[in-house]
Each structure stands twice: as structure tokens, then as C-alpha cells.
């Protein structure tokens, strides 16, 4: 007898109209119920493909099951021994993409929803005030420094400590967090939840430095003195920039500025908050990837009317995650495909794109066929505009440690263990990748704690 | 001392402070011509300074600003024993210090104090140094004396005449240069329009300059690019490429616009925010 799968408990978000309204999250999360009656449809596959899925090795079969049984307490301990952050990961893992394209059940119908019962979990957690982080009782008298508080490097800390290092994360800005705060909005990822998710770090004895620039105002070779390891996770984060005309005029940001002065410096709150941005009405993000999602929804709650999505090829072969692409889109983003910015135009500030029309050729060395340029030309009125179209690894740490190689893209250049070049130096993350997700820089976190730690123990 | 802890402060003048800082790892590792991002208070503004001074083994660095919007009044409302919420530094690279011969300082309004270590720098490595600073009129001539303690020679300017020289500082440069004066090398900071001034008139006297920009910034680490010029035709960040260009390279009337982007918002906020305190400007 064939069993018709049940379908997946969509994840409640709140209606489109209300949601761009303000900055509060979109996604509401399970109720118990929810969460029961979704992981009651995981059927347990004792060889387990969705753990290959996930790139920090949660143990998800067993989490689900605890859910299932209502033991709540004992799923959220099981998902943290693999992920410090699930609070984080549950909200912003691109899990169609790892773990839950594995699911077994994605095959026939619709895979578990993995993502959304670990937010559940971590969500229920904290509720309840459940804290099974705490410093371990034996210190094993060596000590790491982590550049950058990004995903990578809570990983690394937070697997260092747990083993008994003394672990000091050095931050550039002014909360940790890196591209947790400063780059993924409000509504997707509260930063309510980045800090309780950071205050666990400092709970299993982590030191969190902010303000230091490593590169400026200490030297690799100064950590070095002090420690008897550096990773370095410093992330991508240094804007590309179309190099067309007009690219100067006002109000034309890059996706990092504009996300920093949101999310970072909470410009949506001016003038309780002192950074300003400009709002416009008429928005045209360029870009396809996540970062261009997060920057067209922020501009709609900002009070855009029009918020365009600019991208050279179609929606098949952009970037960003479904979910993120399908929640604009509910929101009212309009996308224009096969377009690629010519030239800015206005007087002072920006008061129209030239946008070239594309067509798709053969595919091109990412995979993705190439667009095609057709001569024709279309503008459209905007008056504000964001470049979201890429980062290059942020130069710093290179510039300033000759020793670090790196490649012809500025990438550090690492062993599969996350070795640099330079002996007692790690590095994992965007700045070993260019651009990846939050998820990947926590494997490359994992395994740069797993290299570091047998290193300084072999010798 | 906690970090970051106001250890003193005083008005140098009507609306212009002093405040030493204490932030030992920024301190030992400053040199000239770098700044520091600084945030008052959490809501404040991510704002660039630069050092005027700092003493590694005392833990301190030195800063000067003028109250001109929200962020900085609320720094200068701050006191000794209070901390503000945010130093990182030092940023942007230090100055290009080497013996050149005579070295030309040109500074207006509240950088005659940027210009103070850098032009102590230059005098140390052995320049003959002249200075020319200016103000819009004698009370506002802050750091005078220091400036006078590290050069050969100080000019003074002030819009006003109250004195020195009535004019624009640029004007004097410019009145010296035509009189003979040939310095190996002009360096200047303060307003961008004077910066630009001075770039058109060293040119025509072919005397390379080297101008420390001032646009908005956020980051202050090369990352969200807010503090983009054009240098030559290409894209640098004042933060992480700067803060020092060649004066004649700079696209001074990009600069100036992109340093006008939030006039509108910046005074709305301060009045807003002077309002609230009870506070009544003249200026």
C-alpha cells in the first residue's frame, strides 16, 4: 500500500502589506503544534543524507525525533553540539540548498522542514531560558586570537573555548556580529537574536573585543606574540563598483553602505538614531544575489513606491535563495531581467538608469550562460540607486602580512585544513572563499578550530 | 581607567573641544596622519577624527571637533570620567614623512589641529617648516602656539582681518608663492572648498601638494564605500587608500557634492536635537 506523504507545515510569515511596513521579522516561526506535527513526517532514515547536507554536521534525524517526542530540551542540546548559533542558522542556513535537499523525502514530495524546526528549537530555548552554555572546568593553557566576529569566527571560538582555549575575538566595528549585523536586515535575522546568540560566546568564557582593526590597530605579527594561534574570518565586504558613467552622482549607494546604515547604524529610526539615509521613491537595486534581496526589501520599508530588482540574466540563474526571491516578490519588488546598467543620468543626483538589453548565450566559466548585449537600450526614472553586485575580500590582513599569501582575487590562499600560508595562521570564510554563505563560513570556522587544535596539541 | 574613558577636556574656543581619549591600543599605534571613527553614544554616528596627538605609554589619544550636527554636539557634551561608546582606530594610512627640504602647512578652522602632528613629523625629519593657518577670525585660530612651537615660520590668516593677513589662507599661500616663497612640498587639510583652492593655486606654482580629505564616512575600514573619491579617474576609499591624495588628482567637485549629500537631514536633525535641549545657536 503507497502512503501519500503529508506536506510540509508551511512556516507562518506575516501577510505582505503589513510586513513592509516596518522592520519586525517576517517570518513568525512554529507554534508547538507546528513543530510536532512537522517533524511527526521525518522518517528517520538511518543513513541519515540530510547530516551530509550540513556543512557543521548537525545531527538532524536525532533532533527532529526529540521534537517529535516533545523533548524539546534535549533537541535543542543535540543541535548544539554541532552549531553554536541555531537561533541564526535556522534563520538564515539556505537549507533547500544543503540539508534539505538531501531529505530523502524531497524526492517524493516535500522535504522536512529543517530550517524552521531549528529555529523552532533555538526559539524555544531561549524562551525557556534554557543555557546549557558555561565555561569548561578545565583550561588547557593555550590561547587563540579570532580576527572578525562574523560566522566563521564565532565557530571558531566557540569550538576553541568549549575545548578549553582562552579564545579573544577581535571586532572592527562596534558590535559583533560582522555581516550577522551590519549586512543581513532586521526582518530576515532580529538583532535581538544575534546578541543572544553572541552573549552564549561570552558564556563559555570568549572574549569579545570590538574596535579593533587587525591590520591597523594590532599586527598579525602582535597577535602572534600574544597567542599561540590567529584565525583570521574578516570576511568579504569591499564593494565592486559597475565603473559606468554617472556612477558618481548622488544617491546612488553601494548595497554595503546602505545595508550598513540600516542595519548597523539603524538609519530607519533617524533622527532617533543619528545616521540619516535617503529614502527615495523610486529605487533600483542592481544585483541578483541575497545582498540585492535584502537591499530592495529595505528599500520598500523604507516608503519606496517602486523598488526595481536589475539583473543582467533571469530569475533561473539568480543568486539568491528562492525563499528570498519569492518574499520580495510577495512584497511587491518588480524585477527587470536581461538588463545590464549602462549609465547613470542626472544633473547632481541620480535621476534615471540606462539599462542595456540582454539576451543569454553560451555558458560562461560560473556555468551560467553568458548574457549578451543587444544594442537596445531602455531607461527607467528612479531616484535612488544601489550597486549590489558583488564584494571583493577585504585587503587589510593581507596588505599589512605579507606572509599570508593570496590569490589573484585577494582571496587568502588556504589548505583543505585552513592553513595560510603563514605558520600559526588560519583563515576560513569569505576571505578564503570571496563570497559564500553564512553556513560555509561556519564549516570553514569548524575546521579551522578542528586544524588549530590538533596543531597546538601535536607538538 | 576604563577604555575609552574621557580623561580630560576643555573648549579650545566658541564651539571647537579638546578631548583626550583613553584607548591605549589605538595610542600605540598612531602615527601621523591617521584618524580614528569615534561614536559618542550608541545611537550617535559612526564620525571620522583625526589624532592630534597620543602618548602610548599614558594611554590616551588626543582629538579635536567642532560641534557642528547631532553626533558631535553630543560628544561635546560629554565629560571627563564619562566613556564614549566607541573608538577603533588608528585608521587610513600615516603621513609620508621624509626630508624634503621646506614644507608648506596649510591649514583652516578646526584642522589647524589635524595638521599639528603632521607638521611636528615634518619638522622632526628635518624640514624647514612654514606654516599657514587661518581662520575666520583670530578667536577661532585654535593651536596656534603649538603650531608656532614646530615651525620655522607661521603665517596667519583671518576672514575677518582680526588677524594677520585679511583673507582667506589660501590667498596668503598664494601671495607668498607669488613673492618668491618655494617650498619642496605643500600639505594641507581643513574645508574641502579651501583644500580645492589651494590644489588650483599650487598648481599654477607647480608645487606638489598633498591634501587630507575629509568626506563622510561610515565604515572607516574600506568596506561599505561611503567615503569614495575620484583620484585620478578611479575609485579609492579615503579610509583605506587615504586619507592622503595628490591635491591635483583629487575630483574636488565630486568630493564637495558627495560631502553636501545630507545637508538637509543633518540640520533638521540638529535643530530638532537643539530644541530638545534647550539649547539656542547663533551661529
Redesign the interface.
Known sequence: MMVKPKTRIPIPKRPAEERIKDFNEVAVGYTEKEAIEEASRCIQCPDKPCVAGCPVGVDIPRFIKFIREKRFEEAYKVIKERCPIPAITGRVCPQEKQCEKMCRLAKIGQSIAIGALERFVADWAEEHGIYIDKKPDQQIGKSVAVVGSGPAGIVVASDLARLGYQVTVFEALHVPGGVLVYGIPEFRLPKKIVNEELKKLKDIGVDIETGVIVGKTVTVYDLLKEFDAVFIGSGAGNPRFLNIPGEDLGRIYTANEYLTRVNLMRAYMFPAYDTPIHKGKRVAVIGGGNTAMDAARTALRLGAEEVYIVYRRTRREMPAREEEIANAEEEGVKFLFLVQPVEFLGKSKVEALKLEKMRLGEPDETGRPRPIPTGETITIDIDIAITAIGFNPNPLIPKTTPEIKTDEHGRIIVDKEARTTMPRVYAGGDIVVGEGTVIEAMGWGRTAARTIHKDLTST | MMNFEIINRKNLTEGIVEMDVHAP??AC?ARPGQFVIV?ACE????IPLTLVDWSCRGGWIRLVFQEV???TY?LGMMDVGERL???????GNPTHIDKFGTVAIVAGGVAIAAAYPIARAFKEAGNTVVSFIGARNSRLLIYRDHIAKISDEVHISTDDGSEGFKGFVTQLLEKRLADGFKPDLVWVVGPAPMMRSCSVVTKRFGVKTIASLNPIM??G??????CRV?IKNE?RFTC?DGPEFDAWDV?WD?LL??LS??RE??S??LK??LESRGIKVSR
Do not use: N, Q, T, W
Open positions: 591600543r589605538v599605534a561614536m545611537e550617535c554616528e559612526r550636527g547631532v553626533s553630543k561608546y566607541h573608538v577603533a582606530g588608528p585608521l561610515v565604515c575600514m574600506g568596506m561599505c564605500g561611503a575620484r575609485i583605506v575630483d565630486e557634492h558627495r549629500a545630507y537631514e543633518e533638521y536633525a530638532l536635537f
